[in-house]
């Protein structure tokens, strides 16, 4: 572990226990990480120690993940909202601009959507508006995730992993993104798929009210430039598209993704000092 990351479990009212790690001031401006299908807190340690001290950064275990409770069922979108709102109100946290990378920025426009007074920042990455529609999504549906069963395969698990990137990235990265993976039941993989393929919200994005920056990927494999014109839907929203990165430009420029995160938070600060 690095040192700075203070850690802790949190357990909710509804009596889940989720991992949080933060880094930064306590009391800076709270930033919510949301990560992606079957990762963890562990997809943001790329950027955390890039991030300046005034950003208190708060990255999330959803439930199912990680080291998270497992429960049997609850892996719609509006069930991982409804925990992140309940880890902000145990965290004390009033308002957070809240990213998401993948099906975290799923979650975050439930957010976003469910709760606009919590929200003071959209972040969305590597982002889609809907699952149904999304050809790699439906093809890795159709041909392995809805018939996973545990233990769920390491082969697999590397394969699903390494396409994520377009550019090299450390091969302990990886690995540990692996066994991340690793840790999530098949029943979680399934349902957690399942519910993205049941998700549409193209329709509700102008609803959103929170200022909204989108990053992604141009050589993003999963998600593509479509999906970005969808969710400029969103008024006001502003999109940074990183020529030469994939599906987690996190992972594959952290330096300049901490950068561009940083500089939407410190607008938003400035908004607020107006």
Request: with cysteine.
């Amino acid at each position: 572990m690095l040192a700075g990351f203070r850690i802790s479990t949190i357990r909710l009212p509804n009596g889940l226990a989720l991992p949080v790690v933060e880094h930064g001031d306590p009391v800076g401006t709270p930033v919510l990480m949301l990560h992606g299908i079957t990762d963890s807190w562990r997809s943001f340690e790329p950027i955390l120690l890039h991030l300046p001290r005034a950003i208190r950064a708060i990255a999330v275990t959803l439930r199912g993940h990680g080291d998270a409770s497992k429960p049997s069922e609850g892996y719609a979108m509006a069930d991982f909202a409804d925990d992140v709102i309940a880890l902000m109100d145990t965290l004390g946290i009033a308002r957070a601009v809240v990213l998401g990378h993948s099906m975290g920025s799923v979650v975050a426009q439930r957010v976003a959507l469910d709760h606009p007074h919590r929200v003071a920042g959209l972040v969305l990455v590597g982002a889609f508006p809907r699952g149904r529609g999304n050809p790699e999504i439906e093809t890795l549906w159709e041909g392995t995730v809805s018939a996973l069963q545990d233990p769920v395969d390491e082969s697999f698990v590397w394969e699903f992993q390494s396409g994520t990137c377009a550019q090299p990235v450390p091969v302990g990265l990886l690995e540990t993104a692996v066994q991340e993976s690793l840790k999530v039941p098949a029943h979680v993989w399934r349902e957690a798929f399942a519910a993205l393929l049941a998700t549409d919200l193209r329709a509700e994005l102008p609803r959103i009210a929170a200022p909204t920056l989108l990053l992604w990927g141009a050589r993003d494999a999963i998600v593509g430039r479509a999906d970005q014109d969808a969710l400029l839907a969103i008024p006001g929203a502003r999109l940074a598209a990183y020529r030469e990165a994939g599906h987690a430009p996190h992972w594959e420029e952290p330096e300049r993704f901490a950068r561009d995160l940083a500089g939407f938070v410190a607008s938003l600060e400035t908004q607020q000092v107006a």
